[in-house]
């Protein structure tokens, strides 16, 4: 993007780079009130989905949550294929539980 910046400065033009991966996060929030206790699902997603994830945040046990939009933790997922990653998202939501109490 650099080099891009400078042509398009220097000489008004600019290319956009060929997209490699369609790329999403899946935001982890626990639900009520409480601390979180645990996070269900993990193992089930991991077994999954794990070739598509290129990073994960956690919340931790005791962590009180944050209440804000994008929760306590998140997983980001990667793929060339744009269909692949809604797929993994919405599996991602649908497995994957923080606990609270």
Do not use: C, N
């Not at 929030?29 to 794990?50: F, K, N, P, S, Y």
């Not at 931790?60 to 990653?85: E, F, L, M, N, W």
């Amino acid at each position: 993007m650099y080099k891009g910046w400078a042509h398009l400065m220097v000489h008004e033009e600019f290319t956009p780079p060929v997209r490699r991966y369609a790329a999403g996060a899946a935001f982890l929030r626990g639900q009520g009130q409480g601390r979180v206790v645990g996070i269900t699902g993990l193992d089930r997603a991991q077994r999954e989905l794990a070739p598509l994830v290129v990073e994960v945040k956690l919340p931790r046990a005791g962590q009180t949550p944050s209440g804000t939009y994008d929760g306590d933790g998140y997983v980001i997922v990667r793929h060339p294929d744009t269909q692949v990653v809604e797929d993994a998202l919405k599996r991602i939501v649908s497995i994957i539980r923080v606990e609270l109490a």
